[in-house]
C-alpha cells in the first residue's frame, strides 16, 4: 500500500511539472505571436510611426531651423495620441528652410509622394505641420501640391510660431544687431541677415525678391504663395507673450512673429479662406527641458489637434 502511495505521488507531480511546462510553453508563444499594432520606421530622410491596419489618417510633420525627427518627437509627444487614434505620423529630417524655390518644392513632392506609395500610406487624408521655419515649409509645399502639382493633396495645414514674413524678419534682426543682446542672438541675427541679404538683397530696395518666395509679406499685403489654400483647413499657432520677448530681446510686439500670424489669419479671412483659425496660447509654451520658452511647439494642444485632424469638433 505504503509502495502505491509512493507511485502516485511520483506520477502526480511528474503530470502537475509536465502542466506546468506546457503552460509556459503557451505562454512563450502568446508572447512571440503577439499581434504587432503599430510600426516605427526610421530612414535617412525621415523617422514614420504608423498603424499596421486601419489608417485614418496621416500627419507629416517638418521642424524648425535646426531640428531633425528625433528632436521633433521630443518636443511635440504627439505619438501616445496618434497611436490611439490610429494616425500615422511622418517626422521630416528636411530643415533648414526659410523659404522653397521652385526645385525644391518639385523635389520635396516627389519625396512624400515616394514616402506614401513605399509605405501604403492613405492619400486621401493627409495633414501637414510645421514648427518654426517648419511651418513656412508646410504651407508652401500644401500649397504647390494644392496647385495641381500632385495628386496628394493635404487636408489642412499647421503652422506654430512660424516667421511667414521674410521681409519683417529682416527689419527685425536689423534692429537686434543694434540692441546689446545676447551673443546667440546677435550670431543669429547676423546670419540671418546675411542669408537673406545674399540670396535676395536688402528688402528696402528689393521688395519684390522676397514677395517671389515669402508665405506673407505684410508690406504689401502679399499672401500669393498660398493663395491655392482657400479651400483647405489652415491653422495658425502662437503665443503672443510680449513682456516675455520684450525682457529678452527688447522686441516690439510688430517685431514678433505672432503681430505678422494675425494679420495674415485677418487677411485670409477677408480674402475668402473659408477655415482658418488664428490660436494665440497663454503660458503653454515650455521646452521639454522645461524651460519657459513661447516659441516652443509645446503651445500646440495634442487632444485638439487629433480631434481636428479626425473631424471630431466640426
Not at 518654426?132 to 506654430?160: H, K, R
Not at 508665405?215 to 483647413?233: A, G, H, M, Q, W
Not at 490660436?279 to 485638439?304: C, E, F, L, M, Q
Request: negative net charge; glycine residues 4%.
Amino acid at each position: 500500500m505504503k509502495k502505491l502511495l509512493v507511485i502516485l505521488s511520483i506520477i502526480t507531480v511528474f503530470i502537475s511539472c509536465k502542466n506546468e511546462v506546457k503552460e509556459a510553453e503557451v505562454k512563450e508563444e502568446t508572447e512571440i505571436f503577439e499581434e504587432v499594432t503599430y510600426q516605427d520606421i526610421k530612414h535617412d530622410d525621415y523617422e514614420l510611426s504608423k498603424p499596421v491596419k486601419n489608417i485614418e489618417a496621416t500627419l507629416v510633420l517638418f521642424g524648425g531651423f535646426p531640428e531633425t525627427a528625433k528632436d521633433v518627437k521630443r518636443e511635440f509627444k504627439i505619438l501616445e495620441k496618434a497611436k490611439n487614434n490610429d494616425v500615422a505620423v511622418l517626422f521630416m529630417n528636411y530643415n533648414r528652410k526659410l523659404w522653397l524655390g521652385k526645385s525644391e518644392l518639385e523635389e520635396l513632392t516627389k519625396d512624400l509622394k515616394t514616402i506614401f506609395n513605399e509605405h501604403n500610406l492613405p492619400e486621401d487624408n493627409m495633414f501637414i505641420g510645421g514648427f518654426s521655419s517648419g511651418g513656412n515649409m508646410a504651407l508652401l509645399i500644401s500649397d504647390y501640391m494644392t496647385n495641381g502639382n500632385s495628386n496628394l493633396v493635404p487636408e489642412g495645414v499647421f503652422i506654430v510660431d512660424s516667421p511667414i514674413d521674410l521681409v519683417a524678419l529682416y527689419k527685425t534682426f536689423e534692429k537686434n544687431l543694434k540692441r546689446n543682446l545676447s551673443n546667440s542672438t546677435m550670431e543669429e541675427s547676423t546670419w540671418i541677415l546675411e542669408t537673406l541679404s545674399k540670396e535676395f538683397g536688402n528688402p528696402h530696395k528689393n521688395l519684390s525678391n522676397y514677395e517671389a518666395f515669402a508665405v506673407f509679406t505684410s508690406e504689401t499685403n502679399n499672401f500669393d504663395n498660398i493663395e491655392n489654400l482657400k479651400n483647405t483647413r489652415i491653422r495658425l499657432y502662437t503665443e503672443p507673450d510680449t513682456l516675455w520677448w520684450k525682457e529678452r530681446t527688447m522686441a516690439k510686439y510688430d517685431e514678433m512673429n505672432a503681430y505678422y500670424i494675425k494679420s495674415l489669419s485677418e487677411s485670409l479671412k477677408n480674402f475668402g479662406f473659408k477655415d482658418v483659425q488664428y490660436i494665440a496660447t497663454k503660458n503653454k509654451g515650455y521646452r521639454s527641458n522645461g524651460d519657459r520658452h513661447p516659441h516652443s511647439w509645446s503651445i500646440v494642444d495634442k487632444d485638439n489637434l487629433i480631434d481636428w485632424i479626425l473631424k471630431e469638433e466640426l
